[in-house]
């Protein structure tokens, strides 16, 4: 366990904290007006080892050269000209902080980067982190690299759980669920959808089944990884060539046999260590998916904890309608699979720079 302190006079800003995986959708934008919720689990805290946040430099003004430096093989809109090593931590554990109104920088519903820390230390006054919680972003405080301090406490460490004991936690991420976006005639409208974790996840995935793909059609099992990438697959990949085959692998599952040519697993939600298998599948490509979105996936059925056994009491009549489906279908986040998919050497191809160079119209045809 650690807490943050101010680099300036040391005083306490957080709560103690456990390190754990920096979420795949960290930087998500997610729609418009969307009321999205807080990004890290309370008690928690992840790393963002590139650099993020303002000043930002247009790619005009980035040499080819620093771009390949920093692991971005193909043009993005703006590159970050921070430090690396941005902290993020749910806002509800900040200690100690005041916020800079003349910083906040933001956009139509709340707070955004603004140009620089919006928030201070309240013992010296040093500009220490960024609260975010604007419209179609995730809630969250990114504590500067610079402004702060990391100092281990003696609250007892949090062990590493195994893959087994992940899945005996029996945490999944359900792929729909209820948004709320703000409604200038009504309020709130809340209204059912695809999970905006799962869409972000899926765009990171997708873009390493492209690369892993070497422009081969892709074949996925049935189910929800059908749902979620199947449509894009046979989209953006040719069907005449011989086929690669996806497998779903990880803990609980059967070891994948040497025809497989790349595995869906999971990263484990502490380290962020992908389920590497042993065996003839450990030659096939592997696709990292989020624990929660990976476990839903591969045991889409909950497990009821306490079995139910008998028939419902008299006088009591009971319906339970199914899960709302969403108005269409699974699409991929686009902004994490470009960002995703600049940072894979195999962008350099011409096929696949064209797919990145034509995502705009790809987002026209419902594929994202």
């Not at 456990?18 to 960290?26: F, K, M, R, T, Y």
């Not at 504590?143 to 999944?172: H, M, N, Q, Y």
């Amino acid at each position: 366990m650690f807490v943050f302190v101010c680099a300036g006079c040391g005083a306490r800003l957080t709560a103690p904290l456990a390190q754990v995986a920096l979420p795949a959708h960290a930087h998500q934008q997610y729609g418009n007006g969307i009321q999205l919720p807080v990004l890290m689990e309370p008690g928690t805290f992840a790393v963002e080892p590139e650099p993020w946040g303002p000043p930002w430099r247009r790619w005009q003004e980035i040499d080819p050269g620093e771009a390949e430096a920093r692991g971005i093989h193909a043009p993005v809109h703006a590159l970050s000209g921070g430090a690396p090593g941005s902290i993020v931590i749910a806002p509800g554990d900040t200690r100690g902080t005041v916020l800079l109104p003349e910083e906040s920088g933001g956009y139509c519903c709340g707070l955004g980067w603004g140009d620089g820390p919006n928030m201070a230390c309240e013992g010296c006054g040093l500009p220490v982190a960024t609260r975010i919680d604007d419209c179609s972003v995730w809630q969250a405080v990114w504590l500067a690299p610079g402004a702060v301090l990391r100092l281990p406490v003696d609250d007892g460490d949090i062990a590493v759980l195994s893959w087994t004991e992940l899945l005996e936690e029996g945490k999944g991420t359900p792929p729909i669920e209820p948004v709320t976006r703000w409604s200038s005639l009504c309020g709130l409208d809340h209204r059912w959808s695809w999970s905006p974790a799962w869409e972000a996840a899926a765009g990171r995935a997708l873009a390493h089944m492209l690369a892993g793909s070497a422009g081969r059609p892709v074949t996925v099992p049935h189910g929800l990884v059908a749902e979620v990438f199947r449509r894009a697959l046979d989209a953006l990949l040719p069907a005449a060539q011989p086929a690669s085959r996806a497998v779903l692998a990880g803990p609980g599952r059967p070891v994948p046999d040497e025809d497989a040519d790349m595995i869906l697993v999971p990263t484990h939600p502490q380290t962020g260590e992908l389920w590497i298998p042993e065996g003839p599948g450990a030659s096939a490509y592997p696709v990292p998916l989020p624990f929660g979105v990976w476990r839903w996936m591969a045991f889409p059925e909950p497990h009821l904890r306490h079995p139910a056994s008998g028939v419902m009491p008299d006088g009591i009549l009971r319906d339970d309608p199914p899960m709302p489906r969403p108005p269409h279908l699974f699409r991929a986040d686009p902004g994490t699979f470009r960002h995703t998919l600049v940072r894979l050497p195999a962008v350099r191809s011409p096929w696949l720079r064209e797919i990145l160079d034509n995502l705009t119209p790809h987002m026209h045809a419902g594929l994202f």
